[in-house]
């Protein structure tokens, strides 16, 4: 499965409004998030699944499992601010990485409801970072 074409796809689908053609994508579950590339200084979107936080959004990054962690993820570490093109709104926030007690509190509350992530963060065989992404 080429993920670079299906990810642009579901990102056409998504700024266009209506259904995204990716089965099992669902608009209202995604944001597009655009950070800026590490070493390349140029903006690069991505679809990520998000879940509502006391202080915006957070977001996974498991790359659906992958051993690796995504680009995406390495970019905002390097460079917080980010954009989210989100179904209701479009803005832009920063990203926080969170980690110790709060990323355990949270990644429970997380996990409960979306049962996935356990599965994915045991396929990828580390920890999954958890991201909270708050409107600047």
Same mark, same amino acid.
């Given at each position: 499965?080429?993920?670079?074409?299906?990810?642009?796809?579901?990102? +056409?689908?998504?700024?266009?409004?209506? /259904?995204? &053609? *990716? =089965? %099992?994508?669902?608009?209202?579950?995604?944001? #597009?998030?655009?950070?800026?590339? +590490?070493?390349? %200084?140029? /903006?690069?979107?991505?679809? $990520?699944?998000?879940?509502?936080?006391?202080?915006?959004?957070?977001? $996974?990054?498991?790359?659906?499992?992958?051993?690796?962690?995504?680009?995406?993820?390495? =970019? @905002?570490? +390097?460079? /917080?601010?980010?954009?989210?093109?989100?179904? =209701?709104?479009?803005? =832009?926030?920063? +990203?926080? *990485?969170?980690? %110790?007690?709060?990323?355990?509190? *949270?990644?429970?509350? @997380?996990? &409960?409801? #979306?049962?996935?992530?356990?599965?994915?963060? #045991?396929?990828? %065989?580390?920890?999954?970072?958890?991201?909270?992404? &708050?409107? *600047?």
């Amino acid at each position: 499965m080429d993920m670079k074409a299906v990810n642009q796809q579901v990102i +056409a689908d998504f700024r266009a409004g209506g /259904p995204i &053609s *990716v =089965d %099992g994508v669902h608009r209202e579950r995604i944001v #597009l998030l655009t950070t800026t590339g +590490a070493r390349s %200084g140029e /903006p690069r979107t991505v679809p $990520v699944m998000f879940r509502p936080s006391e202080n915006g959004i957070l977001v $996974v990054a498991s790359d659906n499992g992958s051993p690796r962690v995504p680009r995406w993820f390495r =970019d @905002l570490v +390097a460079n /917080p601010a980010v954009h989210v093109e989100a179904p =209701d709104a479009e803005y =832009d926030a920063r +990203a926080t *990485v969170l980690d %110790g007690e709060k990323r355990d509190n *949270v990644w429970k509350r @997380l996990t &409960s409801e #979306l049962p996935m992530f356990l599965e994915q963060q #045991l396929r990828a %065989g580390r920890e999954l970072p958890l991201i909270e992404i &708050s409107r *600047v």
